[in-house]
């Protein structure tokens, strides 16, 4: 491609447009389904289907662990898997400004390439528009999946009831506090970076073994504190967490400290929450574990009868301080 930038005449249908498709996007994205470059894509659907759709926006676009590529792909993958489905097309929508580096371009599309491929999905259908210079951020996408529904699953928060285990996944706050030192050019140990990876493969391995779990979701936006109390208010349950038992990784709580944010309240690209039965946590803990994304999985608390609606930390030091719903995005754009 002649261009080494985004021009308007990229998005307007003709020789270019199709340049854009034919050297950038088939290439990485290719399958007999998106081939056929069809208004739509005829999907071979047999049985319960889940639908879902997001849009990305974050600053900057690329960051320790991810970019904007890869955050489209997970983030609409785990959407699909926290209802209890196999997820299995994705379609992505692009909208560039006048401008962008055309290698900026290829990283994303590289990306997009590389998380589907960990996922299992196909990008099957698709669009493009170009705006003009200061009219965007570069890079906007937005991206909406189909997945097949796992025979059995039954996930809602209506089958959530006191006395269940509440199972975290991994460290609580990673993708926050990367995107965020990213964007301020703050210096992060190395091993601190996005979690950002899709969790399908897991949580299909949690369902095989404990069809019975009654919630899976992923924290993002508002982190842990905002998805609990929106859980207990909807099945009208207490929930009581352990302060000891959060996994928190020490340079993101010395960030919260830093800047007076509670990691709980800090949005996540990879990692979940799981309710399940007493009777079902070892099982569902043991599957977890032999899942990279999974590994660092535990109990972080349970729900009750007591205080519906409401959800309580019990301190190191033995007390119990109410965790509100966050007002407001602490940290905007991270994704």
């Not at 059995?152 to 990673?174: E, H, Q, R, Y």
């Not at 207990?232 to 400290?257: N, S």
């Not at 007390?319 to 007002?327: A, H, T």
């Amino acid at each position: 491609m002649e261009h080494e930038v985004i021009t308007l005449a990229h998005g307007a249908g003709g020789q270019l447009s199709h340049a854009l498709m034919e050297e950038i996007v088939l290439p990485e994205l290719g399958n007999t389904i998106l081939n056929a470059l069809h208004d739509g894509a005829v999907l071979p659907l047999t049985g319960r289907a889940a639908f879902t759709t997001d849009s990305y926006v974050v600053q900057p676009h690329f960051f320790p662990g991810g970019s904007i590529g890869r955050l489209a792909v997970c983030g609409t993958v785990n959407d699909l898997a926290m209802t209890g489905a196999v997820p299995r097309w994705l379609s992505l929508a692009v909208i560039l400004e006048e401008g962008l580096p055309m290698e900026t371009l290829r990283r994303v599309v590289r990306d997009i390439r590389t998380a589907a491929e960990e996922a299992g999905v196909l990008i099957v259908t698709g669009d493009t528009k170009v705006v003009p210079r200061g009219c965007g951020d570069g890079i906007y996408i937005n991206t909406a999946g189909v997945g097949e529904m796992i025979e059995g699953a039954d996930i809602a928060p209506a089958n959530i009831k006191p006395g269940m285990d509440i199972i975290v996944s991994g460290t609580l706050g990673d993708h926050a506090a990367t995107v965020m030192a990213a964007r301020h050019n703050l210096t992060l140990p190395p091993e601190i970076m996005s979690d950002c990876a899709p969790l399908c493969h897991m949580t299909a391995a949690m369902l095989a073994e404990a069809p019975g779990i009654a919630v899976l979701r992923d924290p993002t936006r508002g982190g842990a504190a905002a998805l609990l109390n929106e859980l207990a208010g909807a099945a009208g349950v207490g929930i009581l967490l352990d302060e000891e038992r959060i996994p928190v990784r020490p340079a993101v709580q010395g960030v919260c400290e830093l800047l007076g944010f509670d990691p709980l309240t800090l949005a996540n690209e990879g990692k979940l929450l799981a309710f399940t039965q007493p009777a079902d946590t070892e099982r569902v803990l043991r599957v977890m574990h032999a899942d990279p994304h999974g590994a660092e999985a535990c109990v972080i608390g349970q729900t009750t009868a007591e205080a519906p609606g409401e959800v309580g930390l019990r301190t190191a030091l033995g007390g119990i301080r109410v965790v509100d719903m966050p007002l407001g995005e602490l940290v905007p754009r991270i994704c």
